[in-house]
């Protein structure tokens, strides 16, 4: 009667690796209940999320090594595993909202996230790589569009090639607080995307900075994004209480495949109570202030739920 907040199955986001085959469930090692999916079977995973009230998706493409080039190209192939996903997904699940990550380190020879200058990523020649990316989405069938390389002015480039293209009304979710950081470890081996030299210090913010990520995010809003994004989640409280303090967007909190890694390992392990450990998790990622989680426990605290 007098607890303050509460999860319900509708704030949550559930993250799909989708790739190009048929019948694929392949299970990922480092994110013990996760899986890479090819079309077909992220359409039939997107619907058992949404019997289960889960109503958001957000998609991240992998393709082969061998489909990689220096630019990305893949990111905009609108035949690319991200876009034949959305079809599939819409196809299978009308109302299903279809988030779709935007960035090119997936499709990238050298695993960064936008084009390279030397040892450097050109940060305004990747800005045109985005803005195509984003089209082949909505074109696609996306409802939001998520840009998750931190590129400066990508939120305006992006708005930009949505509107020119017709479609005004596809919102932007953008990662607009995302640190370099350790915790990204198994998502890099679930997409491949991890760089083959260097870090991405370079074009992604120092974990030590609280007052940077406020102007980064402030930029973003100014920019047009319609949603703003806090990234790592669970080491980030600090930052999703400033943001839901500060701006009137709605504010959404990555609970990182490190965050959920340490999680199965500790109660595979026996040294937590997992269940409690998720419900708290998510629990505190409302108190603090997010309105959407985009969280790798989406389909397993719901289904938990339902029995209930």
Known sequence: MVRENSVSPTDLIAPLFVKHG???????????????????????????????????VILFGIVEESAKDARGSGAFDARGPVPLAIEAIREAVTQMCIIADTCACEYTSHGHCGILNGFQVD?????????????????????????SDMMD????????????????????MSYAAKFAGAFYGPFRDAAGS????????????????RREALREMALDAEEGADFLMVKPG????????????????????????????????????????EERLIDETLLCFKRAGADLIITYHAKEWAQRLGNY
């Open 22 to 56: 048929q019948n694929v469930r392949e299970p990922i090692g480092a994110l013990p209940g996760q899986f890479r999916f090819s079309p077909d079977s992220a359409a039939q995973e997107a619907r058992e999320l949404w019997l289960l009230g889960v109503p958001s």
């Open 123 to 147: 940060n305004d020649a990747t800005l045109e790589i985005l803005g195509r990316a984003a089209l082949a989405y909505a074109q696609a069938g996306a409802d939001v569009i998520a840009p």
């Open 153 to 172: 002015g990508r939120v305006a480039s992006i708005r930009g090639a949505l509107d020119g293209a017709g479609f005004t009304d596809v919102p932007i």
């Open 194 to 209: 991890a760089p083959s030299f260097g870090d991405r210090r370079g074009y992604q913010m120092d974990i030590a900075n």
């Open 234 to 273: 669970l080491f980030c409280l600090d930052l999703l209480r400033d943001a839901r303090e500060r701006f009137d967007l709605p504010i959404c909190v990555y609970n990182v495949s490190s965050e959920y890694a340490m999680i199965k390992a500790a109660g595979a392990a026996g040294f937590v109570d």
